[in-house]
């Protein structure tokens, strides 16, 4: 799981759940590849796609089937989006982590509703919300009592069809006492910028991940895919599952200096 323990956790998976066989080989691979230690993500449903012709993935009964199979096969937590109130206890039954996506941060019955499970609750930060601000979602789930929160940085948006990563904005969430998450691929879209799709740079997935690693951030969260052209939603921003090893070497390389360099 995501700890302020000096570790470095890692959330990986891909966008969508594509196919029960499909996740359960993303699970392994990437479990064999990151050790024990990552949390699976994936959506059964992508309810803000750009176009209403794109895949959304199977839909909540399915979807949760297929990644309770992961959970039990692979071993792994799970963690998945939630989007509306009646879908949060089913989730709740079978994952680890309920995560709220970015546009729906500010939804207080969907924060609320989550808090009260007692499971983990990851918040992603709104593209339009700033970091100051973003206390708010936090405290909105502690509300219920349940302090098993964790805050994902994914970008803001600067202009049209661009987002920028403030990593001031790390330092500030992380003095809320939560865990603090950098979410690397989603922070290298282009909201929009393909027309019915998001554009990507994901060249500058590793930049990005390297400098909040540096920032201190608690863990690294990617989605990953074997094959980014063929996958059926954010592929253009995916990173290759053949890269992912290197990627957390590196990574977790300079989170050895990060943490000695604190003592």
Do not use: W
């Amino acid at each position: 799981m995501i700890r302020r323990d000096g570790s470095l956790g890692l959330i990986a998976g891909p966008c969508v759940i594509e196919s029960e066989e499909h996740a359960l080989f993303l699970a392994r691979e990437i479990r064999n590849i990151a050790g024990g230690d990552y949390v699976f993500k994936a959506s059964f449903d992508k309810a803000n796609r750009s176009s209403v012709d794109s895949y959304r993935g199977p839909g909540l009964k399915e979807g949760l089937r297929i990644l309770g199979e992961v959970r039990k096969q692979i071993g792994v937590p799970v963690l998945t989006d939630i989007h509306e109130v009646a879908q949060v206890e089913p989730a709740a039954e079978v994952v680890d982590i309920l995560q709220i996506p970015a546009f729906l941060c500010r939804q207080t019955d969907l924060l609320v509703a989550a808090g009260r499970t007692g499971k983990t609750v990851n918040i992603k930060k709104g593209q339009f919300v700033s970091p100051t601000d973003f206390r708010h979602a936090a405290e909105k789930v502690a509300s219920t009592g349940n302090r098993n929160i964790i805050l994902t940085e994914r970008g803001s948006c600067f202009g049209y069809n661009n987002l920028v990563v403030d990593m001031r904005g790390l330092a500030i969430m992380r003095e809320f006492g939560y865990p603090v998450v950098f979410d690397a691929t989603h922070s290298v879209q282009l909201p929009g910028a393909a027309g019915s799709a998001s554009g990507c740079q994901p060249q500058f997935i590793e930049t990005l991940a390297r400098a909040a690693v540096g920032a201190g951030v608690d863990g690294v969260f990617v989605e990953v895919h074997e094959e980014p052209s063929r996958a059926k939603s954010d592929g253009a921003n995916a990173l290759r599952l053949d890269r992912l090893a290197d990627f957390l070497r590196r990574l977790r390389a300079i989170q050895e200096v990060v943490v000695k360099s604190l003592h």
